[in-house]
């Protein structure tokens, strides 16, 4: 083995390990965040507070407060900002994906039974798709269609099914199977470096000048936040589909895919709703019993 494969090879490892372990910290905060945003006890009358709740862990209670407005300028100084999770795990996927796959496009990339093309053109298209993608759902989320859920949600679902069947006409089914998490995960990046995380530090200068900050800037990253919330479970799905090859170089893997987002999404929802103390178990059930039918389907249905 000479040394470059040699150092290869240890960057594929410290890239890897690190780039899950930013994932989880990610996730994690997504969650709880999310979580307590749902849990909080909203009903106070109070024009400070915006809800309160409890927690305890190591044997600690911890009293959680929303605050309608900025904390005291000595807080200020001292906030903590999630966000460098997201910037690292991206940052790690992205190194993964040129150490690996672009590195390696003739071979990781290019299959020749799906589309001849050459090694420099489908990193091309690897590229533009998450481009292109990002412009797509980011002019959405700007646009009146985010008003209604409905069409909003319906509107996601077709553009994934459109690009997770055009992804399996380029690349080879691994590498297209593993751009549609590559594209939804960058979209969450991104979600957090040009709205979430801009929007907050919007406020805190505001808060800083004393001046009353604008709740449409927290709104508008709530939302988005909220949509990295319903994307996680496809993602990590995703991350770990080389594992599942009978899936993965399934005929109608673009399908299958598809049909695990909008299961995901339903299991995200449900426990989303059981945040807000709104119990619809038939919903997770739906889940749980779609995923088998799938399941059932997809033996029948064998390559």
């Known amino acids: 083995m000479d040394i470059l494969t040699y150092v290869l090879k240890w960057s594929e490892v410290i890239l890897r390990w690190g780039h899950v372990l930013f994932a989880i910290l990610w996730v994690g905060n997504s969650f709880l965040f999310n979580y307590l945003d749902n849990k909080l006890n909203k009903k106070i009358t109070s024009k400070d507070i915006d809800g309160?709740?409890?927690?305890?862990?190591?044997?600690?209670?911890?009293?959680?407060?929303?605050?309608?407005?900025?904390?005291?300028?000595?807080?200020?100084?001292?906030?903590?900002?999630?966000?460098?999770?997201?910037?690292?795990t991206f940052v790690t996927g992205i190194l993964l994906l040129f150490v690996i796959y672009y590195?390696?496009?003739?071979?990781?990339?290019?299959?020749?039974?799906?589309?001849?093309?050459?090694?420099?053109?489908?990193?091309?298209?690897?590229?533009?798709?998450?481009?292109?993608?990002?412009?797509?759902?980011?002019?959405?989320?700007?646009?009146?269609?985010?008003?209604?859920?409905?069409?909003?949600?319906?509107?996601?679902?077709?553009?994934?099914?459109?690009?997770?069947?055009?992804?399996?006409?380029?690349?080879?089914?691994?590498?297209?199977?593993?751009?549609?998490?590559?594209?939804?995960?960058?979209?969450?990046?991104?979600?957090?470096f040009t709205v979430i995380i801009p929007n907050q530090m919007n406020i805190i200068n505001s808060s800083r000048r004393s001046k009353k900050f604008d709740m449409s800037l927290s709104l508008a990253a709530k939302q988005r936040s909220i949509h990295n919330n319903y994307s996680t479970f496809l993602v990590l799905f995703i991350m770990l589909s080389g594992?599942?090859?009978?899936?993965?170089?399934?005929?109608?893997?673009?399908?299958?895919?598809?049909?695990?987002?909008?299961?995901?999404?339903?299991?995200?929802?449900?426990?989303?709703?059981?945040?807000k103390n709104i119990h619809r178990l038939n919903i997770l059930l739906l889940s749980i019993v779609a995923l088998i039918i799938l399941a059932v389907i997809i033996f029948i249905f064998k390559n």
Request: net charge positive; proline share 2%.
């Open 103 to 192: 590195y390696n496009a003739g071979v990781l990339m290019v299959d020749k039974r799906v589309l001849l093309i050459s090694p420099t053109s489908a990193i091309l298209y690897s590229a533009l798709s998450m481009l292109v993608s990002w412009l797509i759902y980011d002019f959405l989320c700007k646009s009146d269609l985010i008003k209604n859920d409905f069409l909003f949600v319906s509107t996601m679902l077709i553009l994934l099914t459109i690009l997770s069947f055009g992804l399996t006409k380029i690349f080879g089914p691994k590498f297209a199977f593993l751009s549609v998490g590559l594209i939804i995960g960058s979209n969450m990046f991104a979600n957090v």
């Open 52 to 88: 309160e709740g409890y927690l305890m862990h190591s044997g600690f209670f911890y009293k959680l407060t929303r605050l309608k407005k900025a904390p005291e300028s000595m807080y200020l100084k001292h906030l903590v900002i999630f966000k460098w999770q997201s910037y690292l």
């Open 243 to 275: 594992h599942f090859s009978f899936l993965v170089y399934h005929k109608y893997n673009w399908a299958i895919l598809v049909l695990l987002g909008i299961i995901s999404g339903l299991a995200r929802h449900y426990f989303n709703l059981r945040g």
